[in-house]
């Protein structure tokens, strides 16, 4: 348990002490004033000590939850680091009247990846982010899985104007999912674009 983590418990505990002794107090008091009757010792022992459990459980849970969403949190940003040494190298062979785009998938997460899809690519006009598919005649394919330290690789041709290339980026729409099942996305998906990993919430 961290330091934070035993300050807040011992900082609920003071609470509930301390709460559940001005009660007493508190109750006492009205007694002797005669404002309320305490009922025989038994029935107050037990009430007091039914509520004293159901904080500590309540106090209980809430840590257990806090520590649950905390555990969630680092696992998603572990598996953030280790897909980002997932890297994809671009390069281009340019003629006159197109452009040859072509994409390398290289797997240094240490890892196995699984479920790989590759999609065909988007053209975006920076601009203007203009998103433009290549078509239906470009490749598309699915891979199982794709062991540490393989590649996979595609090319793709477009036709964009040599006048207008520089005012353009194409980027492959790419899937996996890692070991511990967090699947990730790259380039287009439901209208959003990115040029790293993205979780697939």
């Not at 257990?64 to 949190?73: F, G, M, P």
């Not at 980027?171 to 209208?191: A, C, K, S, V």
């Amino acid at each position: 348990m961290s330091k934070s983590q035993r300050t807040k418990t011992v900082l609920t505990w003071l609470a509930l002490g301390i709460g559940t002794a001005g009660a007493i107090v508190a109750c006492i008091g009205l007694a002797i004033a005669g404002r309320i009757q305490l009922g025989d010792l038994g029935t107050w022992v037990g009430g007091l000590a039914s509520a004293a459990a159901a904080l500590v459980a309540l106090a209980t849970l809430r840590q257990l939850l806090e520590a649950q969403r905390k555990e969630s949190e680092e696992r998603r940003d572990r598996a953030a680091r280790r897909a980002a040494r997932v890297e994809l190298k671009r390069s281009q062979i340019r003629h006159e009247d197109s452009t040859v785009h072509i994409f390398e998938l290289e797997n240094k997460s240490g890892h196995p990846i699984y479920e790989v899809k590759w999609l065909g690519p988007v053209a975006v006009k920076q601009d203007a982010e203009r998103l433009t598919d290549f078509g239906p005649d470009t490749k598309e394919y699915d891979r199982a899985i794709l062991e540490n330290g393989v590649s996979l690789s595609a090319q793709y041709t477009s036709d964009i104007p040599e006048s207008e290339r520089a005012s353009w980026i194409v980027l492959p729409r790419i899937e996996f999912t890692d070991d511990d099942g967090y699947r990730f996305w790259y380039g287009q998906r439901n209208g959003k674009l990115s040029r790293r990993w993205r979780h697939v919430d």
